[in-house]
């Protein structure tokens, strides 16, 4: 799966799920790049080597998608209040 895709798929489940939704926009701003207003395209995605290194970490291959599942999970889990 690409990453497109997995956009895509995301924001079909935020739709239909907005504490999920919530919960995703939460994690996408927390993994923004520093200082991502000063550089085209000026939209506050993370550093692709951030989340090259973060799927090498999580999944022991760093050009690998992850799946819906377990993105929604994560997300879920770093927004739980304690």
Sequence with gaps: MQWTRLSIRLAMRALRHPATGAALLRVAWRFRRRGWYRRPPFLPLPAVDYVRWRMYTA???????PPVEDVERY????????
Excluded: S
């Design 75 to 82: 997300a879920r889990w770093a927004v739980r209040e304690p």
């Design 59 to 65: 999944y022991g291959d760093e050009d690998i998608t």
